[in-house]
């Protein structure tokens, strides 16, 4: 099974301390858009595309299925707020038996503690706009994935299309 990361894009300030209505802003936009080329190149080919319900991700998952042509949309999911662990998203996977390559679009530092849970990495560190892959030879058990690799977001710069 491979299970993929992406933190969310570039996100405008809290407003009224509203952080769970925050938007993506124009230049986290505009560095998704970027990425997709980096996408297409690594293959990414997502069965399921899982998101947190926030926009900034439900909008960074959005971009991430144009980018790569995927048809399916993304999955907002209620278990992968702010604050969600291991636990809560791999009842995300049970929620979609048939998938093998599945995405999660969420926050930090979720998804970094995940990865390095799955890996048995000491830290794992996932820049705004980052990506993952950790690959298992069957079930993702903690401490049983191998970082095939993970994508810094300066990258999506220098190969703008």
Not at 55 to 67: D, F, H, N, Q, V
């Amino acid at each position: 099974m491979i299970l993929y990361f992406l933190r969310h894009g570039h996100a405008l300030p809290a407003r009224d301390g509203d952080d769970a209505a925050r938007q993506l802003s124009p230049e986290g936009e505009g560095a998704m858009r970027a990425a997709a080329a980096t996408w297409r190149r690594l293959n990414l080919r997502p069965d399921v595309v899982a998101c947190s319900p926030l926009p900034r991700a439900i909008r960074t998952a959005e971009l991430l299925c144009e980018g790569i042509g995927l048809s399916r949309p993304p999955f907002p999911d209620d278990r992968l707020r702010p604050g969600a662990g291991w636990s809560e998203m791999a009842r995300v996977i049970g929620s979609h038996p048939d998938a093998r390559r599945v995405l999660f679009v969420g926050h930090e530092p979720d998804l970094s503690n995940a990865v390095a849970l799955l890996t048995g990495a000491a830290s794992v560190r996932m820049r705004t706009g980052g990506v993952a892959c950790v690959e298992f030879p069957g079930t993702p058990e903690p401490g049983s994935g191998e970082i095939a690799w993970l994508i810094d977001p300066d990258l999506y710069a220098e190969h703008e299309a």
